[in-house]
Nanobody, 126 residues
Framework: QGQLVESGGGLVQAGGSLRLSCTSAGRTFSSISMGWFRQAPGKEREFVATRARSGGITYYADSVKGRFTISRDNSKNTVYLQMNSLKPEDTAVYYC???????????????????WGQGTQVTVSS
């Protein structure tokens, strides 16, 4: 299944920006769709954004639409999550995940993903 390594988390003030990166090793990156999920303290993990392996198809959670952008660079085996206009409620551990599913419409579900990174902490102060 390969390995996923996230980076880029940190502490930022409300209104600020961060860019998360997730690099994949051990798989053909162009054959996998990539997603970002997050888990805040005391809450269940939730979908943030996903980019399908082809067609440029992307989906976003309503809570981040217009503020976050997911992109990928297949030459670097890396997916990015650009987060702008951050809010305290964006505070969470962010996880990237990989999926070989062809059911693009289901990529909002973590059940479609078979490989997960270790997570990176994002803290937004008010």
């Amino acid at each position: 299944q390969g390995q996923l390594v996230e980076s880029g988390g940190g502490l930022v003030q409300a209104g600020g920006s961060l860019r998360l990166s997730c690099t994949s090793a051990g798989r053909t990156f162009s054959s996998i769709s990539m997603g970002w999920f997050r888990q805040a303290p005391g809450k269940e993990r939730e979908f943030v954004a996903t980019r399908a392996r082809s067609g440029g198809i992307t989906y976003y959670a309503d809570s981040v639409k217009g503020r976050f952008t997911i992109s990928r660079d297949n030459s670097k085996n890396t997916v990015y999550l650009q987060m702008n206009s951050l809010k305290p409620e964006d505070t969470a551990v962010y996880y990237c995940a990989a999926s070989e599913s062809s059911r693009y419409w289901s990529l909002r579900s973590e059940n479609e993903y078979d490989n997960w990174g270790q997570g990176t902490q994002v803290t937004v102060s008010s």
